[in-house]
């Protein structure tokens, strides 16, 4: 099925799909910033933007106000316990009222997930953004990679990469925010469906490839953060290289011999990474 899968859209890949660069990282000019219109300018949205004139006093005194409250309630989630903490001792510790949170934040789960959900998005559109000629396996696993490679400057413009990395294993810890966390698996899985789908010119609701890749890819980055939510190295280096080990494994796993030459189970290569 794999491999099946994996050359569904060869005859449709060519000097018609979207250009890559043969890098691994997503289509671009090969440096990571904006793609320019050839005058030094940012191009499109990016020079409206950059028109539009520097942010304005109120609205930059509003962001602070949102990321002072967002990395207070991390800090106090990851200290004191999520369920613990409360959101008027969220708000008391950036000296603003509840009602002010409440602006900014619909509930203490939204917080949690902030950063998170930043994550998903660009790994979401990193796989948008991948050469065509790769399969959906391939692409999903680079695009992974990539997004890890890259998502740390990201994370830190928003919260320290180290609290992102320790909310991340509170969540995993939490059954109220792991339950959360198992739901929004679930949709994000939806529509990374419907982004390979399109991506192989396939009626997602018609043909099921794009939903099993999806589901086995899925299947595996959870395995990933279950397992590195038990291991005291909470650096992004070590989830990095644990996503990298899992997802070599997905292919043998599906469809390889797992027994050796002597017909025993054949354990002793991967048990070491395997168990951290």
Known sequence: MADELESAGAARRGTGAPAGNGTGLPAGNGTGAPVRNGTGAPSGRKRACALSGPIGLRERKKRRTRDSLLRSALELFTTQGYDATTVDEIADAVEVSQRTFFRYFASKEEVAFTVVSMVEARFLDAVRARPAQEGPLTAMRNAVMWAWDSVGEAIEAVVPIELHMRVCQMIESTPALLAVHLRRSTELEDAMARVIAEREGL??????????????????????????????????????????????????????????????????????????
Do not use: K, N
């Open 203 to 276: 009626d997602v609701e018609a043909d099921p490839r794009p939903r099993i890749a999806v589901a086995a890819f899925g299947g595996v980055m959870r395995l990933t953060g279950r397992m590195w939510g038990q291991r005291q190295d909470a650096s992004l280096e070590a989830i990095r290289e644990m996503t990298a080990h899992c997802l070599d494994q997905l292919g043998p796993a599906l469809a390889g011999d797992w027994r050796g030459a002597d017909g025993r189970p054949d354990s002793g290569r991967t048990s070491a990474a395997y168990t951290g």
